[in-house]
């Protein structure tokens, strides 16, 4: 979406005293921090989209999602494929918290990196992502002469009468993305389950050969105490001194 020029782009300096609250959005963990991964999520999705990128220069759409969570009633947004190159995260970041670092700008233009204290997981294209998620959806607008510099969006009517009624339609939508990081999950289990199963079978081969080795050593100890030079027998015959003085 586009708008008419109205105020300038706050300067670095105002953006660096912004201050961004702390994010209220769950992280959707990766794989490697998961330890029971399950495709069922407190968020429903209500929409799945595509857009293009903030950059005119930019290749390849993006993937997004919608959701909603019934307990507070809170509207969520996240970005799930990217066509292009690039990493990013996934998790589900927070409208209110969307909407509280851009009321911080107090109408004035911003750049899309304003978003980035909003994610815990690091990503490169995180903040530039969500942006173009967001003017997808007529949150933020854009100059024409200017698509990186961001503005909240005036009238948002539209986004809200969609949100509005995909929750009383009580649209869900399949949650590919986590029944993917469940597939992941479970082979990184059954990877894990056969390092440690080769573990023990090492283990097992080692001590059996600590075993064998230490059973032939024995019978060597034995053949040595056999070939000692045993004790001269106490007999009349081979003790003349003893026969004379008895005598």
């Not at 995260?89 to 909003?118: C, R, T, Y």
Request: hydrophobic share 35%; proline share 6%.
């Amino acid at each position: 979406m586009t708008r008419t020029k109205r105020k300038p782009a706050a300067n670095t300096a105002t953006q660096r005293k912004a201050k961004a609250p702390q994010p209220s959005s769950p992280v959707d963990p990766t794989p490697e921090d998961q330890q029971a991964a399950s495709p069922v999520s407190t968020i429903r999705i209500l929409k799945k989209a595509t857009c293009p990128k903030l950059s005119p220069r930019g290749n390849g759409e993006l993937t997004y999602h919608l959701g909603y969570r019934d307990e507070d009633g809170q509207v969520f947004l996240r970005v799930t494929a990217n066509a292009s190159s690039g990493y990013f995260s996934q998790e589900w970041i927070a409208l209110q918290d969307i909407e509280a670092v851009m009321g911080a700008e107090n109408g004035h233009g911003f750049k899309a990196i304003l978003f980035k204290p909003l994610y815990q997981q690091k990503g490169a294209n995180n903040h530039g992502f969500l942006g173009a998620a967001l003017k997808a959806e007529g949150i933020v607008e854009v100059e024409e002469e200017q698509p990186l510099i961001l503005y909240a969006a005036e009238d948002r009517t539209a986004f809200d009468q969609q949100v509005a009624t995909l929750v009383e339609e009580g649209t869900a939508l399949h949650d590919d993305v986590a029944e993917e990081n469940a597939r992941k999950e479970a082979r990184k289990q059954e990877r894990l389950a056969e390092q440690q199963r080769r573990r023990e079978a090492r283990m097992a081969q080692e001590k059996a050969s600590a075993d064998a080795k230490s059973s032939t050593s024995l019978p060597a100890m034995d053949d040595a105490a056999d070939q000692e030079t045993p004790e001269s027998p106490d007999s009349d015959a081979e003790n003349p001194d003893r026969t004379a003085t008895e005598g």
